[in-house]
């Protein structure tokens, strides 16, 4: 079976979740096929500086919120 776990964003870059690698593991573990795939990074590394220091700073963290 295949399977791909994902992280959605927003998320703190520099404390990755460490859920996301564990169930990676357990799975592969017990044979299965594993794509981890955390977007927030990728997105991250995607934004100009300006936009990092405003979607990734704490006080900001309700406009990644649906009102």
């Known amino acids: ?3 791909v776990l994902v992280t959605c964003p927003a ?3 520099l404390h990755p979740p460490l859920s996301l690698a ?3 593991a357990a799975l592969r573990n ?3 096929q594993v794509k981890a795939l955390d977007l ?3 997105l991250f ?3 100009s500086p ?3 220091d405003v979607y990734w700073n704490l006080f900001n963290s309700q406009l990644w919120r649906d009102k």
Request: glycine content about 4%; proline content about 0%; some cysteine.
């Open 45 to 47: 590394n995607a934004c």
């Open 30 to 32: 017990r044979s299965y």
């Open 1 to 3: 079976m295949k399977i």
């Open 11 to 13: 998320y703190g870059r």
């Open 40 to 42: 927030n990074i990728q």
């Open 22 to 24: 564990c169930l990676t």
């Open 50 to 52: 300006e936009q990092r």
